[in-house]
């Protein structure tokens, strides 16, 4: 039933999009292609002009220039009303007075479609509401009205259906809980999806493709595995989880490897896993990918190895405790360990060493802000 009630998405791509406004740019120069089918997310913080893209394929916002072209066809100056494209906001802006059931067929009825009831009922049922349709967006919970207002966007079968932070007003467990619904859902009608979000593990979770935003420009966008475990910016390594990150002169380079020497210690990455090859570079770390020692580890060309260093803060978070460590002339590490029964035994000014494997060393293509050359 579903997939006859919402056909297949159509390819988004947007052609060297750049938007002006009075003072400052908010994009440039973006250049996006979106597969149909695909559930795609967009993640970035406040103003790094996600939400501006989201309006410019809308149809709410005009760009400066560029194109916005939706299965082939070129939607750039075509209104809002015109695209095969609906938008669900993070306030859901139902109609009280309405039925569930109501609301859903309201663009119908605007739209003058046949059988207006029987197409929201297959929507609400889609959304498993179809019990509530008679209820009003009062008597819901916020999950149920989320569920509602995506129905009433897929009613109206768009090629293209745009998610503005739709989460956003929900607490912790139920918008977990939506987020394994709305992927079902996507999965299940074969709709593109294009999340605006800045929520980096929403993105995550959800995404079969993640585009990381920052000033107007994609910095990186692949998969959210890829992305994580193979930053290539100091934004990205830092804004999509965290990451230690090392700066320091390139002293040695093999076939297969390159090092850098930071306070008279050598660190290594594989060549594959480096942006640059020569100079002052920055390499990285995962705080779960590395481990402290209360005693100096056996060096071994298979592991990076810093310290001593002294713990200054120890958080428990739960899945894991978070050790801070700081090493002189290095900086403070960040160190997680899982939370199993059995985390290491430490104490606040305990003095330990950090190693982690080169192989899970990344190289950056920048450096982070304030180490520049």
Same mark, same amino acid.
């Given at each position: ?118 197409? $929201? ?12 349709? @008679? ?15 995506? %129905? ?70 692949? $998969?959210? @595995? ?7 910016? $100091? ?14 002169? %390139?002293?040695?380079?093999? %076939?297969?490897?390159?090092?850098? @020497? ?37 060096? /071994? ?41 059995? /985390? ?30």
């Amino acid at each position: 039933m579903a997939k006859e009630f919402v056909p297949a998405g159509a390819d988004l791509e947007l052609r060297g999009i750049r938007k002006e406004f009075p003072g400052f740019t908010a994009i440039e120069n973006l250049d996006l292609q979106i597969p149909a089918g695909e559930f795609f997310a967009l993640l970035g913080p406040s103003g790094c002009g996600k939400t501006t893209t989201l309006r410019i394929i809308a149809g709410l916002e005009e760009p400066t220039s560029g194109q916005v072209m939706l299965g082939g066809q070129d939607v750039t100056f075509t209104k809002p009303h015109e695209r095969p494209v609906n938008t669900v906001f993070q306030s859901y802006a139902l109609f009280p007075h309405m039925s569930i059931l109501e609301n859903v067929a309201f663009g119908l009825r605007r739209r003058k479609i046949e059988n207006p009831i029987p197409k $929201a009922m297959d929507a609400l049922n889609l959304v498993e509401l179809g019990y509530a349709a @008679e209820r009003r967006p009062q008597q819901l919970s916020g999950g149920q009205q989320q569920r509602v207002a995506l %129905a009433r966007a897929l009613v109206n079968r768009p090629s293209l259906l745009l998610l503005d932070e739709p989460l956003g007003a929900l607490d912790l467990k139920l918008r977990r809980q939506m987020q394994i619904e709305l992927k079902a859902i996507q999965m299940e009608v074969g709709l593109t999806f294009l999340h605006v979000t800045h929520d980096q593990e929403e993105a995550m979770d959800m995404a079969d493709t993640v585009a990381v935003m920052h000033k107007g420009r994609i910095e990186q966008m692949g $998969a959210p @595995e890829a992305l994580y475990e193979r930053p290539k910016t $100091a934004f990205v390594a830092k804004f999509l989880g965290q990451s230690n990150i090392f700066v320091g002169q %390139a002293v040695e380079s093999s %076939a297969n490897s390159l090092a850098i @020497e930071i306070a008279g210690t050598k660190l290594s990455v594989p060549k594959h896993r480096a942006e640059k090859q020569s100079g002052k570079i920055a390499l990285g770390v995962r705080p779960e990918k590395a481990f402290f020692h209360h005693e100096a580890p056996a060096t /071994s060309p298979d592991l990076n190895i810093l310290g001593p260093g002294e713990i200054k803060d120890i958080r428990f978070t739960g899945v894991s405790n978070q050790y801070l460590i700081e090493i002189p002339n290095v900086g403070d590490l960040i160190v997680f360990a899982q939370n199993v029964g059995m /985390s290491p035994v430490a104490e606040l000014g305990q003095q330990v060493w950090v190693s982690f494997k080169v192989e899970h060393t990344f190289g950056l293509s920048d450096l982070p802000a304030g180490d520049e050359d």
